[in-house]
T-cell receptor
Framework: EAGVAQSPRYKIIEKRQSVAFWCNPI?????LYWYQQILGQGPKLLIQ????????DSQLPKDRFSAERLKGVDSTLKIQPAKLEDSAVYLC???????????????FGPGTRLTVL | DAKTTQPTSMDCAEGRAANLPCNHS???????VYWYRQIHSQGPQYIIH???NNETNEMASLIITEDRKSSTLILPHATLRDTAVYYC???????????FGAGTRLTVKP
């Protein structure tokens, strides 16, 4: 079974530029997540989608970050304009979704390492 | 904030069992204990999860105390490839936000 795919794996940009990351979840997974992981810290949730709808974006800096999952499968995360503090690894995860009596397990992609100069 | 407390780092000899503790004294009845690990430059990898019973899979065993306030992840025969940061997370079925703490950095030594 193929895992979560992300691209690019690495990106270097200058501050105030724009950048976009792409994620393809595991086939059949309804729920998709974007996390930000700053060096030395654990991942922090940015946004969660259920199919093509947003479930939780309370920790997404909406003045510069946006995300979409138009057809309920692939997703893109965009930063415009980037700041130095956005340097981090951006992780995508997917899961089947909660069902009564069954815990929901998230599976992570390899991440995109963003460096903002 | 994360609801768990883990040691910052641990060492283990190759071939020996690695026992990673986690305290979650405020866990509630509908919260699961999840363990993930993150090898350098990779995304977090799911290891195991449990509610109140001990669990075992091909990767590890999870021992949860009877009062559910702490748990231990056991890697029965640690290898060099098990060197990673191990995260213990509690979450319930109403909340998909997994709150990662700093985790335990396990170093397996030859």
């Amino acid at each position: 079974e193929a895992g979560v795919a992300q691209s690019p794996r690495y990106k270097i940009i200058e501050k105030r530029q724009s950048v976009a990351f792409w994620c393809n979840p595991i086939s059949g997974h309804a729920t998709l997540y974007w996390y930000q992981q700053i060096l030395g810290q654990g991942p922090k949730l940015l946004i969660q989608f259920q199919n093509n709808g947003v479930v939780d974006d309370s920790q997404l800096p909406k003045d510069r970050f946006s995300a979409e999952r138009l057809k309920g499968v692939d997703s893109t995360l965009k930063i415009q304009p980037a700041k130095l503090e956005d340097s981090a690894v951006y992780l995508c995860a997917s899961s089947l979704g909660w069902l009564v009596g069954r815990a929901d397990t998230q599976y992570f992609g390899p991440g995109t390492r963003l460096t903002v100069l | 904030d994360a609801k768990t407390t883990q040691p910052t780092s641990m060492d283990c000899a190759e071939g020996r069992a690695a026992n990673l503790p986690c305290n979650h004294s405020t866990i509630s009845g509908n919260e699961y204990v999840y363990w993930y690990r993150q090898i350098h430059s990779q995304g977090p990898q799911y290891i195991i999860h449990g509610l109140k019973n001990n669990e075992t899979n091909e990767m590890a065993s999870l021992i949860i105390t009877e009062d559910r306030k702490s748990s231990t992840l056991i890697l029965p025969h640690a290898t060099l490839r098990d060197t990673a940061v191990y995260y213990c997370i509690v979450r319930n079925y109403n909340n998909n936000d997994m709150r990662f703490g700093a985790g335990t950095r396990l170093t397996v030594k030859p």
